[in-house]
């Protein structure tokens, strides 16, 4: 198993990966869990990107320029993960990051659950909606 980052040690990416199938497992999505393809993304993202692991949850997110408008920055979560509650504190330190790195935007997703949808309404606007067509 691959270590992430210095600093994290395989114990921290052993429990990372179990977060990880146990979010798949949550949301049940039609695709199988990859480990490999998991820990290769989360190494990719700690490389250039935002990982913050907690024993009790995680989020990750990346951020770049708007293809359209090079001066609007977007940092964008890609996984967020918590199973004790304390979701918003690694909210937070996403938000606290992408600030300090000119984000001009925050692109905050959720797999269809009206409680998370309540959470981002109190500070966000619905700007996109996706539809996934499983070929």
């Not at 179990?18 to 990859?34: D, E, L, N, Q, Y």
């Not at 304390?86 to 935007?105: C, P």
């Amino acid at each position: 198993m691959k270590t992430l980052r210095i600093g994290h040690s395989r114990e921290v990416t052993a429990h990372l990966l179990a977060m990880g199938r146990a979010f798949h497992a949550k949301v049940s999505p039609p695709w199988t869990f990859s480990d490999q393809g998991f820990l290769a993304t989360m190494a990719a993202i700690d490389e250039g990107g935002y990982l913050h692991i907690t024993p009790r949850g995680f989020i990750a997110g990346v951020i770049a320029p708007n293809p359209l408008s090079d001066g609007w920055v977007i940092a964008k979560e890609f996984l967020w993960w918590s199973e004790d509650g304390r979701g918003q504190s690694l909210r937070q330190g996403f938000r606290k990051w992408a600030v300090e790195r000119g984000a001009n935007e925050i692109q905050w997703s959720c797999p269809p659950n009206e409680r998370v949808e309540r959470v981002y309404a109190r500070s966000a606007q619905k700007t996109e909606i996706i539809y996934s067509e499983y070929l």
